[in-house]
């Protein structure tokens, strides 16, 4: 018999469940990249919105007017203003493109809270669906104003609004799927590599953005609109909600009677549910991750989180129940602030390299793109070093403690050139990004799927919502304190950023001690 080729040995490698995991892994990635996508234009088209025109511009409109309506028909369509696009082209421009951040950010924070208790009660890939279709609308809508020579603020205020309320399907459903494939032993790690679905369509975003920002920048929105609708279409033709819908393994109840804690080495005690299982030991995939926030030794029994179906019963759990889970509220209030730094830099970055480097806005666009890529490796190394250490929100402190030098840093040495500016772009995106991404994923997961739940696999989709939305009020606050604060200097909004850093972490010292202790007490423990 001849031997198998290389290829098809790889292939047969693997099981069926690996494929399937694989292909959800995969599939979820793009369909989050290309959310992410859709929200990046903004940001490079603020350099071409508002234009920083010379005082001469001023004598020359009078004749320029008249020369841009011979050539209207056959030229883009015709703004008044030499200064940007009406009405951007007012001395208040900072704080019209803050409103426009604003308004897309709070619309987001407050459909995310009611799109997870939504979702819970749908299936995940009609709802999915909607929502891409829905945002790919939005999206392209904001760009048509360009095309049909639309200057009324509220047009683009409104486009905004929707986009904001639509895109909360994404998250919790796609981190309820990615939940309900994969285990949580080493889901640090593979949460950092699939969150960088972040960074990966922030940084084709601005890529496409980018390359029509100068010449039409409509085609900066109808463009990634398409992508986001077109992968609508992907998502209801192939997305598997749960591995049981293909006959996959899906993944056991904990059987041993004790195992170690994610975050800390603390020893929960379970219920013995078989007398001959006592011995065996647990699947690493299967550790539960997060230690409960009062006890280091809690006994199953006592939770009483989740009213309804019991263990493998499948009722929504509630609003208030969701925030009793211990950890739900200081990692959301500490992604509250994290994510104002965050989403800060994601929208006024590239208007803040057009100023200090004078560069156009293509170019800083580009450049823009390496915070994110600092973003990927963040998010990566935030997972390891959780996984490695087996303590989250130390990790996370670990990071915002080393993330408000770095900002400041960052405000001085940009000054200083480019290659400054490149180097100090992907260190400051790999710390500010790495504790947003650990939160928003391998935490937000753990959580969901938290003791207290009793195996209550659809609570993942409203404790996600819960956490990411309370970050996303601080996304909205972000960039509308830089629209107000950047007037007064550059600097101002970089102390305002390292303030927040400095909350987030102290929001956690709580949880971080608590880690320690239970550190401590199972090393006592191993000692005896």
Excluded at 97 to 123: K, N, Q, T
Excluded at 244 to 252: E, F, L, R
Excluded at 504 to 528: G, N, P, V, W
């Amino acid at each position: 018999m001849a031997q198998l080729p290389p290829g098809i040995r790889f292939i047969t490698s693997f099981s069926r469940d690996q494929w399937y995991r694989a292909f959800i892994f995969s599939l979820t990635f793009l369909l989050y990249a290309s959310f992410h996508l859709s929200r990046k234009p903004i940001s490079i088209v603020k350099g071409e919105l508002h234009k920083h025109c010379a005082a001469s511009h001023e004598v020359e409109l009078d004749s320029y007017k008249e020369y841009a309506a011979q050539i209207q028909p056959l030229k883009k369509p015709f703004n008044a203003s030499q200064c940007g696009w009406e009405p951007f082209d007012k001395n208040n421009y900072k704080q019209l493109l803050g409103a426009l951040d604003y308004s897309f950010l709070c619309a987001y924070a407050v459909g995310m809270y009611l799109s997870g208790l939504i979702g819970e009660r749908l299936p995940i890939r009609y709802y999915l669906t909607g929502g891409m279709l829905a945002s790919g609308l939005f999206t392209a809508m904001f760009g048509l104003g360009y095309f049909y020579n639309v200057h009324n603020l509220w047009f683009y205020i409104m486009a905004q609004i929707a986009n904001g309320l639509v895109q909360t399907t994404g998250w919790p459903s796609v981190v309820t799927c990615i939940g309900n494939w994969f285990g949580k032993g080493r889901r640090g790690l593979i949460m950092g590599i699939w969150n960088s679905h972040t960074s990966v369509g922030n940084i084709l975003g601005s890529l496409i953005a980018a390359y029509w920002v100068s010449t039409c920048w409509g085609l900066s929105f109808v463009v990634p609109g398409v992508i986001v609708a077109v992968m609508g279409i992907v998502c209801f033709l192939f997305l598997i909600e749960h591995p049981k819908d293909v006959s996959c393994s899906c993944t056991p109840s904990s059987s041993s009677k004790t195992f170690l804690n994610g975050t800390s080495r603390c020893r929960i005690q379970m219920p013995t549910l078989n007398a001959k299982e006592n011995g065996k030991l647990q699947d690493p995939e299967m550790q539960h991750l997060l230690t409960d926030s009062e006890n280091c030794s809690v006994s199953l029994n006592s939770s009483t989180v989740v009213s309804g179906e019991g263990r493998h019963g499948t009722s929504a759990i509630s609003f208030l129940g969701a925030l009793r889970i211990p950890g739900v509220v200081e990692f959301s209030l500490c992604l509250l602030f994290a994510k104002l730094v965050s989403y800060t830099f994601l929208f006024w970055l590239p208007l803040y390299i057009t100023s200090v480097e004078h560069l156009d806005a293509k170019r800083a666009g580009d450049l823009s793109t390496l915070f994110d890529v600092g973003g990927i490796f963040g998010g990566i190394l935030a997972g390891l070093i959780s996984d490695r250490l087996e303590k989250r929100a130390s990790t996370c402190g670990m990071m915002l403690l080393l993330a408000a030098p770095t900002l400041y840093m960052f405000s001085t040495v940009s000054k200083m050139g480019l290659e400054a500016t490149v180097v100090m772009l992907l260190i400051s995106g790999a710390l500010v990004n790495g504790p947003y991404a650990l939160i928003t994923t391998a935490v937000s997961a753990d959580l969901g799927t938290h003791k207290s739940l009793k195996g209550n696999a659809r609570a993942l989709s409203t404790v996600t919502a819960i956490i990411d939305g309370t970050g996303s009020v601080g996304a909205a606050l972000g960039p509308l304190l830089a629209g107000l604060i950047s007037p007064s200097g550059w600097n101002n909004v970089f102390y305002m950023l390292m303030v927040a850093d400095a909350c987030a972490l102290l929001l956690l010292l709580r949880l971080i001690q608590k880690e320690l202790q239970c550190d401590a007490d199972h090393t006592l423990f191993k000692e005896h």
